[in-house]
């Protein structure tokens, strides 16, 4: 017990006020990253500049996540040009699908299917392409060592995924369809948080738990070997 004269001891920082900072900080960086990863697309007009955009935008959170100090600008800028040609051939198809799924879903959901047996076949079809090929994006998104691999590997690995992860999987394509939900019904949180939050969902669901499965089927495979 200090005297009256005395100078009291430091005063601790209450936990709330600590965890307010860091979601504070977190939702800062989720601006800036989502607002790069706009003008990265534009740089490589949307359709090839979508897909490295995304690994950028991912390399940053994860590395952010994992108490690594990030300058924003300029590791999404070099993660950018050094995945531009390898994040498009393994992304870029994929991406295809989805247009041309959600293309088909919304010519069925207008009207557009000739018969209610046509209209259920084309809208279970279209969901199935579009929910699986949207998984297998964000796989490879989302975790670094899938997208290093072959490209065959990079396709067979990703496909088969999601399957291996139904749980995850199934968690991750509700979150993203509420999102995106969201950020219908509410116009400004798009260009502030819409792909970087869908981006930062994918990461917390898959990197660490995918990552760790890879080192299991590697594990197994050298026991047997």
Same mark, same amino acid.
């Given at each position: 017990?200090?005297?009256?004269?005395?100078?009291?001891?430091?005063?601790?920082?209450?936990?709330?006020?600590?965890?307010?900072?860091?979601?504070?900080?977190?939702?800062?960086?989720v601006?800036?990253?989502?607002?790069?990863?706009?003008?990265?697309?534009?740089a490589?007009?949307?359709?090839?500049?979508?897909?490295?955009?995304s690994?950028?935008?991912?390399?940053?959170?994860i590395a952010?996540?994992?108490?690594?100090?990030?300058?924003?600008?300029?590791?999404?800028?070099?993660?950018?040009?050094?995945?531009?040609?390898?994040?498009?051939?393994?992304?870029?198809?994929?991406?295809?699908?989805?247009a041309?799924?959600?293309?088909m &879903?919304?010519?069925?959901?207008?009207?557009?299917?000739?018969?209610?047996?046509?209209?259920?076949?084309?809208?279970?079809?279209?969901?199935?392409?579009?929910?699986?090929?949207?998984?297998?994006?964000?796989?490879i998104?989302?975790?670094?060592?899938?997208?290093?691999?072959?490209?065959?590997?990079?396709?067979?690995?990703?496909?088969?995924?999601?399957?291996?992860?139904?749980? =995850?999987?199934? &968690?991750?394509?509700?979150?993203?369809?509420?999102?995106?939900l969201?950020?219908?019904? &509410? =116009?400004?949180?798009?260009?502030?948080?819409?792909a970087?939050?869908?981006?930062?969902?994918?990461?917390?669901?898959?990197?660490?738990?995918?990552?760790g499965?890879?080192?299991?089927?590697?594990?197994?495979?050298?026991?047997?070997?």
């Open positions: 017990m200090s005297g009256r004269g005395g100078t009291s001891g430091p005063t601790q920082v209450p936990g709330w006020v600590l965890r307010a900072n860091a979601v504070i900080d977190r939702l800062l960086l601006v800036k990253v989502n607002l790069l990863w706009l003008l990265l697309s534009l490589g007009l949307i359709v090839l500049g979508v897909a490295p955009a690994v950028a935008v991912a390399e940053v959170l952010d996540r994992h108490g690594a100090g990030v300058r924003v600008l300029p590791r999404m800028w070099a993660s950018f040009r050094a995945q531009f040609l390898r994040a498009n051939v393994r992304l870029l198809p994929l991406l295809i699908v989805q041309g799924s959600a293309s &879903l919304w010519i069925v959901l207008t009207g557009g299917a000739p018969g209610t047996a046509m209209t259920i076949v084309l809208s279970g079809l279209a969901v199935m392409s579009l929910g699986w090929s949207l998984l297998s994006s964000a796989m998104v989302a975790v670094p060592r899938l997208l290093r691999q072959d490209l065959l590997i990079t396709w067979r690995l990703a496909l088969l995924l999601p399957g291996a992860l139904p749980g =995850r999987s199934v &968690l991750l394509v509700l979150a993203l369809t509420a999102w995106t969201l950020c219908a019904m &509410l =116009r400004p949180l798009a260009p502030l948080f819409g970087a939050v869908a981006i930062d969902l994918a990461t917390a669901l898959l990197s660490g738990r995918v990552t499965l890879l080192e299991e089927i590697d594990g197994a495979g050298s026991t047997d070997g």
